[in-house]
């Protein structure tokens, strides 16, 4: 857009309305005609410029709106009289509106720029945008912007504007920096705590099964009282079904069992004992040796470590129950105690 459309454009919207009062000069010495009653409505801060008294003003009745180009400048005038922005036009002075929405304190053009920017982020751009995100107070295109460079980090440090920022803006640097180490620490706790989940996940399903083996029975295993059913298809209930009865099968027969230094029957030892901590009905309950931790845990109470397991275990037993409805529910508060270390935990494929 050259000059002499930018002040054709300006006339033909304010000679729609009564005489022009005033003039914008911009720094190509373009001078726009406008209404002082519109740029005083629009803008708080043009309006404190046209109300200061006469003697601060110049004799003639101009706004000079410098460092930015004409065009940006008949936009943002535009935009006044009529609050509206073409995707062609944010397109082309995106960065310039947002400057000066900033400084003239429009903010519903400041909040149209900071989504039409946010939308057009480039490796080029991104540098500059972040930079002017910052100045202008805008937190969102400022995170947005963060992110992007974050994400894009290995093109972004190639660019000139990168190489800029580092000679003339260390601290914008080291923010950058800050920002990506930040989160980089923080995908890896959400990878730790999925893990975590799905581990309490698995323990809390394995108690289901648990029940449903001593209780139903399945398979190959099954109740005292209860013959077997010797199905040859696997369990369809429970993903942890099998595993957990082949444990059961070696924690019945295993000679080591006794003299503790048997893996597999430790973790069927723990396996019994967390069914224990976290079953309310001991005294009807199916599951082997139930009643007897309860009375142990009675007698001698449970280590701090091993409470936090149950109180998880209960909580992630709630979740699949709200995920599942035909589970028994178990009305127990999600507690964030921290990452323990449960590897004997993990059940047999």
Same mark, same amino acid.
């Given at each position: %857009?050259?000059?002499?459309?930018?002040?054709?454009?300006?006339?033909?919207?304010?000679?729609?309305?009564?005489?022009?009062?005033?003039?914008?000069?911009?720094?190509?010495?373009?001078? @726009?005609?406008?209404?002082? =009653?519109?740029?005083?409505?629009?803008?708080?801060?043009?309006?404190?410029? /046209?109300?200061?008294?006469?003697?601060?003003?110049?004799?003639?009745?101009?706004?000079?709106?410098?460092?930015?180009?004409?065009?940006?400048?008949?936009?943002?005038?535009?935009? /006044?009289?009529?609050?509206?922005?073409?995707?062609?036009? %944010?397109?082309?002075?995106?960065? &310039?509106?947002?400057?000066?929405?900033?400084?003239? $304190?429009? !903010?519903?053009?400041?909040?149209?720029?900071? #989504?039409?920017?946010?939308?057009?982020?480039? @490796?080029?751009? +991104?540098?500059?945008?972040?930079?002017?995100?910052? /100045?202008?107070?805008?937190?969102?295109?400022?995170?947005?912007?963060?992110?992007?460079?974050?994400?894009?980090? #290995?093109?972004?440090?190639?660019?000139?504007?990168?190489?800029?920022?580092?000679?003339?803006?260390?601290?914008?640097? /080291?923010?950058?920096?800050?920002? $990506?180490?930040?989160?980089?620490?923080?995908?890896?706790?959400?990878?730790?705590?999925?893990?975590?989940?799905?581990?309490?996940?698995?323990?809390?399903?394995? %108690?289901?099964?648990?029940? &449903?083996?001593?209780?139903?029975?399945?398979?190959?295993?099954? !109740?005292?009282?209860?013959?077997?059913?010797?199905?040859?298809?696997?369990?369809?209930?429970?993903?942890?079904?099998?595993?957990?009865?082949?444990? @059961?099968?070696?924690? +019945?027969?295993?000679?080591?069992?006794?003299?503790?230094?048997?893996?597999?029957?430790?973790? $069927?030892?723990?396996?019994?004992?967390?069914?224990?901590?976290?079953?309310?009905? !001991?005294?009807?309950?199916?599951?082997?040796?139930?009643?007897?931790?309860?009375?142990?845990?009675?007698?001698?109470?449970?280590?701090?470590?091993?409470?936090?397991?149950?109180? #998880?275990?209960?909580?992630?037993?709630?979740?699949?129950?709200?995920?599942?409805?035909?589970?028994?529910?178990?009305?127990?508060?999600?507690?964030?105690?921290?990452?323990?270390?449960? %590897?004997?935990?993990?059940?047999? =494929?």
């Amino acid at each position: %857009m050259s000059s002499d459309n930018c002040s054709g454009d300006i006339d033909l919207f304010s000679g729609e309305m009564s005489e022009t009062d005033i003039q914008v000069v911009t720094s190509g010495g373009l001078r @726009i005609p406008a209404h002082s =009653a519109v740029l005083a409505s629009s803008s708080t801060v043009l309006e404190n410029i /046209l109300v200061r008294p006469e003697k601060l003003r110049s004799s003639e009745r101009t706004i000079r709106i410098l460092g930015v180009p004409c065009d940006a400048v008949s936009v943002f005038i535009r935009y /006044l009289y009529s609050s509206k922005c073409t995707e062609e036009q %944010m397109e082309r002075h995106g960065i &310039h509106l947002l400057a000066l929405s900033h400084v003239y $304190m429009v !903010p519903q053009l400041k909040q149209r720029c900071t #989504k039409g920017l946010a939308e057009r982020l480039t @490796i080029e751009n +991104a540098v500059d945008v972040l930079q002017l995100a910052r /100045l202008c107070d805008a937190p969102d295109l400022y995170l947005r912007s963060m992110k992007f460079l974050s994400s894009n980090f #290995k093109k972004v440090e190639e660019t000139e504007g990168w190489k800029f920022l580092q000679d003339h803006d260390p601290l914008l640097e /080291l923010e950058i920096l800050q920002f $990506m180490d930040e989160a980089e620490l923080r995908k890896k706790r959400t990878r730790r705590h999925k893990q975590e989940l799905s581990l309490y996940l698995q323990l809390s399903e394995a %108690m289901d099964c648990l029940e &449903h083996i001593c209780t139903e029975g399945c398979t190959s295993v099954g !109740p005292c009282d209860k013959e077997p059913s010797y199905e040859t298809q696997p369990c369809s209930k429970f993903d942890t079904c099998q595993g957990l009865q082949l444990l @059961i099968r070696h924690f +019945a027969t295993c000679k080591r069992r006794t003299n503790g230094s048997c893996l597999r029957c430790k973790r $069927m030892w723990q396996i019994l004992r967390l069914h224990s901590s976290i079953c309310d009905q !001991p005294n009807d309950c199916r599951v082997p040796l139930c009643r007897q931790f309860k009375l142990k845990v009675q007698q001698r109470g449970d280590d701090d470590l091993w409470k936090s397991l149950v109180r #998880k275990v209960v909580s992630a037993r709630a979740m699949s129950s709200l995920s599942l409805p035909k589970r028994k529910r178990v009305d127990e508060p999600k507690m964030d105690l921290g990452h323990h270390e449960v %590897m004997n935990f993990r059940l047999a =494929a």
